[in-house]
Structures are given as C-alpha cells and as structure tokens.
C-alpha cells in the first residue's frame, strides 16, 4: 500500500495504533515496536537495533564482513524515502567462530 503524507510517499504506512520506528531524517516508517527482537545489539557506530522485520527500506549488496561473532556475508540497507544508510542486515553466517 502506497499512502502520501505531507507530500511523501511511503511504500508502506503503519498504523498509528501501535508505536513505530521511523527514519530519523525524513520520519518514513520503518517498523512496529511489536518487530523489535532486541536492542542489545553494538555497531560500528554505536548501538543497534535487531528487528524481525522492517518496511520501507532498500538492501544493498551484500559483502563478507568480520563482526564480533564471526565471519558473516552482510548488506547495508537504507531509508528508501531519503537514501540514508540505517544499517546492515544479515544475509548469511559464514563462520560463527574466529580463533
């Protein structure tokens, strides 16, 4: 569904029912509170989120990356309203452990 909200257009609007994440920049909805799986989460650049599942959001190409946990096949995912970078998202665990 497709909804235009002060001349923006969103792939997808949550309802206003529930409490949502929203891109900090241009405030097009990203996920329901009821997606969060954790907020334990570091980045590179501070904490992080983990969620479920997220709208209105695009994926880069996904690149081997050394996180805490290991070796893992990740992609850059970004706000598809306003291009900002939000995060990565898994694509696949490639080695879990690293001597």
Known sequence: MVKMTRSKTFQ??????HRTYSCIHCRAH?????????KSFQGS?????LFNSVVNVGCGPA???????GLHAVA???CENCK?????K???ALNTFIQ
């Open 12 to 17: 997808a609007y949550l309802p206003s029912c």
């Open 30 to 38: 990203l996920a329901n509170h009821d997606e969060l799986i954790s």
């Open 45 to 49: 650049q501070g904490r992080a989120y």
């Open 63 to 69: 690149e081997e990356r050394v996180l805490l946990t």
């Open 76 to 78: 850059d995912i970004y």
């Open 84 to 88: 900002t970078t939000l995060g990565w």
């Open 90 to 92: 898994y694509v696949k």
